[in-house]
């Protein structure tokens, strides 16, 4: 079993209730949700004039392979009503693969470590509250650290 992070965020609809019931759907025999942390509303990032979010992290152990549980995720999501992958477009539910073990993973459609996790609080956040001292497998830098260096960006723990 590999241990993973997923982030989840929703800002349409019943956000509580998408990241609660993703979580639900996240579970599986081969993934267990160990632990989640707060949520945080957060203001969006690169798309103004949409609601705010609400967003978690979420560590999980799991025995599917990346791609695997990139298949699972996108799964989950169009079960909660995700229409689609368009950047920046308002979404019932989305679930990002942040890490996977230290596992480096480029392959156009998923690249592990999460391309921009050292840029967004309200990932970083989240990450903190779960694992501060866990680095990143590239940057080798602590999630605490990377948070301490991105500026901006309003979010509120809940």
Do not use: W
Not at 140 to 154: F, H, N, P
Request: charged content about 25%.
């Amino acid at each position: 079993m590999k241990s993973a992070y997923l982030s989840l965020g929703s800002n349409l609809g019943d956000r509580k209730k998408n990241l609660e019931s993703a979580l639900e759907l996240l579970a599986v025999p081969r993934l267990r949700v160990v632990r989640v942390s707060p949520s945080y509303e957060t203001e969006p990032v690169d798309c103004p004039g949409q609601p705010y979010f609400l967003n978690a992290v979420c560590e999980v152990e799991t025995s599917l392979f990346p791609m695997m549980l990139l298949s699972h995720v996108e799964r989950v999501e169009r079960k909660l009503g995700r229409k689609s992958k368009a950047a920046n477009a308002p979404r019932t539910i989305d679930i990002d693969i942040l890490l996977y073990g230290n596992v480096v993973v480029d392959c156009g459609k998923l690249i592990i470590p999460h391309a921009r996790l050292a840029e967004r609080r309200f990932v970083l956040a989240p990450m903190v509250d779960l694992a501060p001292d866990l680095r990143h497998p590239v940057l080798k830098k602590t999630m605490r650290d990377l948070l301490g260096a991105v500026k901006g960006q309003r979010i509120k723990r809940l």
